[in-house]
């Protein structure tokens, strides 16, 4: 059922439902579609349908996001709503349902036409208006073309419901008429010529006049209106990305040449216009930038445009509430309390009119990004400013795309004292944590809740929850649900999924380490390449050198031989370095590799430790071979005898029984490690000064 509004939406997903409600208590209990008595065999699948239902409900109460009380009305009725207020959760739940069958009727906005593959039997029109618009004749065989899938049914149904006065609109222009034309995006009103040029000239596909007309020559603009209009907007385009000193003309060459600017822009993937005002943002931020408070740095993190209009009345209480650091960020963007007011009434006076506007929208999804990124429940934020879940889900990850844009923009400028704390904050818009737990959220199927509950029992590092016990992630994920931590077959499904999701958490933390270590390893082949320490890339397959050697090695052992390789690209031992890697100079304080290094120095034996046990779990080798021996002491390090070389992986044995005094406890690999590596650190050749 196609409605023309979201509240349009969710009243009519409730009158089918109480419609349905009332049918099924006149029959007694019987089957909701079909007027026969249905057979045993029927009944039955009715019966798992219903279980089905129910179970959608509780799986969706268990998110941590919540359930809209809407669709927990309409959901066990066999009746569902989609549109784009829902969470992510919801809607996987309600499509899922409405693919297996559980679900008969769906009502929902044309949106959901284009975007989503649910085909059905009929499909009902309860207006010909999308919005305040009409619908046009495009939108409408898109959206009827749900009903009557070939290959699923033979026939399908379009139900229109229109007005008297509008009944010749539906016949003459939506049954009979024509599709709209397809319009190009270059044309001059849309800006898109502007983004075309300058992306033209910068990757130098064209740069001369006589390149930049044929290059309009063979646009589907061209085909529409003709080269010599196509050429004309190339050269608006021209005009202004001159003006605004994105090119400029080389009369030695007779060429276009991009700017420090327009190689920023391109290179950030950032429109030509959000450049512009991207560039004055930071140029105002470089001169007076608030650190004591977040809130500045996620404004200008912020998209322009959010596609979220607030309530302009809940925005003026929330911004009587704010502290005066942030009412001292409000001023410094160009937010008062007077705007607001004058925003509320549509006063003529707003500064800066269509623009000032835009600053007070952004400011608002500014709030709430930052109440997020504290952590803040999703529900909560959703009632606080009045805005559904959804908005805010995909306001979080266009804010977290915008904030690597700018983040890649500010770097190719060289202001390099923004990157570094933009991309920090970009992990933090996409997962909606505070950066304490950002570490954790780089493991598969972690949630914001389950990750502050492990660092909360002390598992604060991918490597204490890969060599974890199973049994003690399980016990810490049950207690950080609102249900009992015992998984009785009566409780909620998030209760249930305690114990499968220690163990998930587990496995993939083990291969995320996995990862990181491969990445050491490619590390320390172009290092030792650049440092003529050895021409040829680091031995794979069977342990060349112990991984615990008391022999102290230039980077840890691990780098090089705790990974087997299988790429048939990797060298062999005692072949030149592996083709396809560049040259490049490496020290310890750059790089990937050594960032990771250096971040991981308190937990290199349990490192070790995980990276066998994944290797062994994975099948790469026998696991046959015994624990490995910890490492020396750092005094008697080089008095140690080499141990022999060994063929194999290693296995790990079972994890540590759980601490009497400490419920959740570390794994003792994981504990006093840090004199050994310190005294493997500065063992390493590539910590010294002239390195």
Same mark, same amino acid.
Request: net charge positive.
């Given at each position: ?10 009243? =009519?997903?409730?009158?089918?439902? /109480? ?88 009502? @929902? =906005?044309? !949106? ?16 010909? /208006?999308?919005?305040?618009? #009409? ?29 008297? %006065? ?91 040449? @991009? ?5 920023? !822009? ?19 931020? /470089? =001169? @007076? ?78 709030? $709430? ?9 999703? $529900? ?15 306001? $979080?990850?266009?804010?977290? +795309? ?9 770097? %190719? ?28 959220? /780089? ?16 598992? #604060? ?42 163990? $998930? ?38 342990? *060349? ?28 031992? +005692? ?18 590799? %050594? ?9 290199? *034996? ?36 080499? =141990? ?6 290693? @296995? ?35 910590? *010294?000064?002239?390195?």
């Amino acid at each position: 059922v196609f409605c023309p509004s979201k509240k349009t939406v969710e009243s =009519t997903a409730m009158l089918v439902a /109480r419609y349905l409600a009332v049918r099924r208590e006149a029959r007694g209990g019987g089957w909701l579609f079909g007027d026969a008595v249905p057979a045993p065999e029927a009944q039955q699948v009715e019966e798992q349908m219903v279980a089905e239902r129910r179970a959608a409900v509780d799986l969706i109460k268990s998110n941590p996001v919540g359930c809209d009380p809407v669709l927990e009305a309409t959901l066990p009725a066999a009746v569902a709503y989609h549109h784009a207020g829902l969470s992510y959760e919801e809607r996987e739940v309600v499509e899922a349902c409405y693919r297996g069958g559980s679900v008969k009727v769906l009502a @929902c =906005t044309t !949106t959901l036409a284009a975007g989503v593959n649910l085909p059905a039997r009929r499909v009902i029109f309860l207006s010909v /208006r999308v919005g305040i618009e #009409r619908m046009d004749k495009g939108r409408y065989k898109q959206a009827a073309g749900r009903a009557g899938r070939a290959g699923l049914d033979k026939q399908g149904e379009a139900i229109v419901l229109a007005r008297s %006065a509008e009944v010749p609109y539906v016949r003459d222009q939506l049954m009979a008429g024509d599709l709209p034309k397809a319009a190009s995006n270059l044309a001059p009103g849309k800006r898109g010529m502007t983004r075309a040029i300058g992306e033209a000239i910068f990757t130098g596909i064209a740069c001369t006049v006589l390149e930049l007309r044929r290059f309009a020559a063979c646009t589907f603009y061209a085909g529409q209106v003709g080269v010599e209009e196509a050429f004309a907007a190339a050269k608006l385009a021209l005009a202004f990305l001159e003006r605004h000193a994105f090119i400029v003309w080389d009369p030695a060459q007779q060429a276009f040449t @991009c700017t420090l600017l327009a190689s920023a !822009t391109f290179r950030s993937g950032l429109s030509p216009e959000e450049a512009i005002w991207v560039h004055d943002d930071l140029k105002v931020l /470089r =001169t @007076c930038f608030v650190m004591s408070h977040d809130l500045h740095l996620v404004y200008h993190c912020t998209p322009y445009a959010t596609g979220i209009e607030p309530d302009w009345h809940v925005y003026f209480k929330v911004f009587g509430r704010l502290s005066p650091a942030a009412v001292h960020i409000a001023t410094l963007v160009g937010v008062s309390d007077c705007e607001l007011a004058a925003a509320i009434h549509q006063a003529p006076g707003l500064k800066g009119g269509q623009k000032g506007r835009c600053v007070l929208r952004r400011f608002f999804a500014a709030l $709430m990004l930052h109440d997020l990124v504290l952590e803040a429940p999703l $529900m909560h934020v959703a009632k606080k400013y009045g805005v559904p879940r959804g908005h805010l889900q995909r306001l $979080m990850a266009a804010s977290a +795309g915008f904030s690597g844009m700018v983040a890649a923009f500010s770097e %190719a400028l060289n202001w390099w004292g923004f990157a570094p704390l933009i991309q920090r904050l970009q992990l933090r818009l996409r997962d909606g944590v505070e950066s304490d737990i950002v570490p954790l959220m /780089r493991i598969d199927n972690m949630k914001p809740h389950r990750a502050r509950a492990l660092y909360k029992a002390g598992f #604060r590092t991918v490597e204490a929850i890969a060599g974890a016990d199973a049994l003690q992630l399980e016990a810490v994920l049950a207690g950080a649900n609102p249900f009992n931590a015992q998984p009785k077959a009566s409780a909620p499904p998030s209760a249930r999924s305690a114990a499968p999701m220690g163990r $998930m958490l587990n496995h993939e933390a083990r291969r995320v380490v996995l990862r990181d270590a491969r990445a050491l390893r490619d590390t320390y082949a172009e290092a030792a390449g650049v440092l003529g320490q050895g021409k040829a890339a680091p031995p794979s397959g069977a342990f *060349a050198t112990p991984l615990t050697s008391h022999r102290p090695p230039a980077l840890p052992s691990l780098l090089s031989n705790a990974v087997e390789v299988k790429d048939g690209a990797e060298a062999a031992p +005692g072949s030149p370095r592996r083709p396809g890697v560049k040259p490049r100079r490496v020290t310890v304080g750059s790089g990937y590799g %050594a960032k990771r290094l250096r971040q991981r120095a308190d937990g290199d *034996a349990a490192l070790e430790e995980v990276v066998v046990a994944v290797a062994s779990e994975a099948g790469n080798a026998p696991a046959s071979s015994q624990r490995m021996p910890p490492p020396p002491p750092p005094g008697d390090a080089a008095r140690a005898p080499q =141990t022999p070389p060994r063929e194999g992986w290693g @296995c790990m044995p079972p994890p540590p029984a759980p601490v009497a005094s400490e419920a959740h406890a570390l794994p003792p690999s994981a504990q006093n490690v840090g004199a050994a590596y310190h005294h493997r650190a500065q063992q390493n050749p590539l910590a *010294a000064p002239d390195a």
